[in-house]
T-cell receptor
């Protein structure tokens, strides 16, 4: 089975712009979660989608949003980018009767 | 809210030496996950523990969850350069989706050949 894939792998944006990141889960997995990883705050949960519905949400401002499509692929959007949004954004999928999340390689976002 | 504290923050060991990384939770653990991360890359799943006193091993890595389910340890025997990376413990909520994990800050392991 193919693993979790994320695109793009690297992204450079300027303050005020918006960005969309994409994640394709492992085939058959219906849950997709997003995490932000920074040197200062570590790995923090953003939100989880299951069957096109947001199931859980972390403590992030409304500029961070996401959605999930009927094929379980998910996108994450960040509007009005700030310098502090520079981070590694990781996507993880869960499913197939397992309690284990499997992570993608991440998207490295740099905000200038 | 639950917090996970990992110790040590970083570790440098000589190849062939044993080492232990600890993860302590402020609340009872219902699902404890260990992941490894190479710098700037995704997380690789190592092991998951759920029961008090549970112990699992894979190759030279052993993870344990204490009886009270508030502390877990990861032990590497005869370390190799391939073990280098950042080790993260994560905890899932009781009765909820395991797609909503909180993580410790990680332990950075360097192995000197």
């Amino acid at each position: 089975k193919a693993g979790v894939t994320q695109t793009p792998r690297y992204l450079i944006k300027t303050r005020g712009q918006q960005v969309t990141l994409s994640c394709s889960p492992i085939s058959g997995h219906r849950s997709v979660s997003w995490y932000q990883q920074t040197p200062g705050q570590g790995l923090q949960f953003l939100f989880e989608y299951f069957s096109e519905t947001q199931r859980n949400k972390g403590n992030f401002p409304g500029r961070f949003s996401g959605r999930q499509f009927s094929n379980s692929r998910s996108e994450m959007n960040v509007s009005t980018l700030e310098l502090g949004d520079s981070a590694l954004y990781l996507c993880a999928s869960l499913g197939g009767g397992s309690d284990t999340q499997y992570f993608g390689p991440g998207t490295r976002l740099t905000v200038l | 809210s639950q917090e996970l504290e990992q110790s040590p923050q970083s570790l440098i060991v000589q190849e062939g030496k044993n080492l232990t990384i600890n993860c302590t939770s402020s609340k009872t653990l219902y699902g404890l996950y260990w992941y490894k991360q190479k710098y700037g890359e995704g997380l690789i799943f190592l092991m998951m523990l759920q029961k008090g006193g549970e112990e699992k091993s894979h190759e030279k890595i052993t993870a344990k969850l204490d009886e009270k389910k508030q502390q877990s340890s990861l032990h590497i025997t005869a370390s190799q350069p391939s073990h280098a990376g950042i080790y993260l413990c994560g905890a899932g909520p009781y009765g909820g989706s395991q797609g909503n994990l909180i993580f410790g800050k990680g332990t950075k392991l360097s192995v000197k050949p």
